[in-house]
Nanobody
Framework: QVQLVESGGGLVQAGGSLRLSCAAS????????MGWFRQAPGKEREFVAT????????YYEDSVKGRFTISRDNAKATVYLQMNSLKPEDTAVYYC?????????????????WGQGTQVTVSS
């Protein structure tokens, strides 16, 4: 069983930055693609970014391209989401997710493991 624990959320002013971390348990982290999703109040969970097992392939939702960067450290079994130039519309609970596949995906249903989420609030 894989457990994912997010950290790094908080309150930040518009234009600021945050770095989210997601620590994974288990020995097979390096063979799993990972992703970040978010859910704002009253809205469905939406895709933010995904990274393949090696870290060489990444894909972003259009509204975060150029502002967010997903990365991973397989030795530390951790995936990161660096968020710059934050906007109030980025406010949401951010979830880390892992899948039993090497390749990326933007579809929530294709992920097998989920963290508990971390709140990100961007004030205007």
């Amino acid at each position: 069983q894989v457990q994912l624990v997010e950290s790094g959320g908080g309150l930040v002013q518009a234009g600021g930055s945050l770095r989210l971390s997601c620590a994974a348990s288990g020995r097979t982290f390096s063979t799993r693609a990972m992703g970040w999703f978010r859910q704002a109040p009253g809205k469905e969970r939406e895709f933010v970014a995904t990274i393949n097992w090696s870290g060489l392939t990444r894909y972003y939702e259009d509204s975060v391209k150029g502002r967010f960067t997903i990365s991973r450290d397989n030795a530390k079994a951790t995936v990161y989401l660096q968020m710059n130039s934050l906007k109030p519309e980025d406010t949401a609970v951010y979830y880390c997710a892992g899948r039993d596949e090497l390749g990326i995906s933007s579809t929530p249903n294709s992920y097998d493991y989920w963290g508990q989420g971390t709140q990100v609030t961007v004030s205007s």
